[in-house]
């Protein structure tokens, strides 16, 4: 994405657009698999931008409250991931061993929602999915 439609998405979310704000819903953009902060921290440092960790911190916050930004809690794991919001659905595969997290795109649980619904009468407003696991990498490891 370019650099203007960040700045496009900043204002229109009522966020003055500043170069570490930008820098940093571009570095999330890029980004594959969701990062911790201090991830995102190393990542502005090789840009030559300076930021504090605790700045970097606050500003994904403000980028999730804003919904520019997704805030992932993992469960047994403390550090709060942060991935770019492309506005869809998505599960994890976490590893337990190395907390790689991988997204899959697949979502098993949309046609059981439905069936859900017409049993229980509920209004589904959405559900969570994580799936853990050991990764190639750490099944290797433990082999060994
Ligand atoms: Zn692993
Ligand atoms: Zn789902």
Known sequence: MKQDNFDELL????????????????????SE???TA??????LKN???S????????????????????????????????????LV???YLVCLECKKIIPIDFCPIKNYEKTLEEKTKFKIAGHKLD?????????NKIQE
């Open 11 to 30: 204002r229109r979310s009522g966020l003055k657009n500043t170069k570490t704000r930008s820098a940093i819903l571009e570095i999330l953009e890029k």
């Open 33 to 35: 698999q969701p990062v």
């Open 38 to 43: 201090e991830q995102v921290f190393l990542e």
């Open 47 to 49: 840009k030559q931008i």
């Open 51 to 86: 930021a504090n960790l605790s700045t970097v911190y606050r500003t994904l916050e403000t980028l999730a409250e804003k919904m520019l930004a997704k805030k992932l809690n993992i469960s047994g794991d403390s550090r709060a991931m942060f991935e770019y919001n492309r």
């Open 89 to 91: 659905h998505r599960h």
């Open 131 to 139: 799936v853990y696991g050991y990764c190639p990498d750490c099944q």
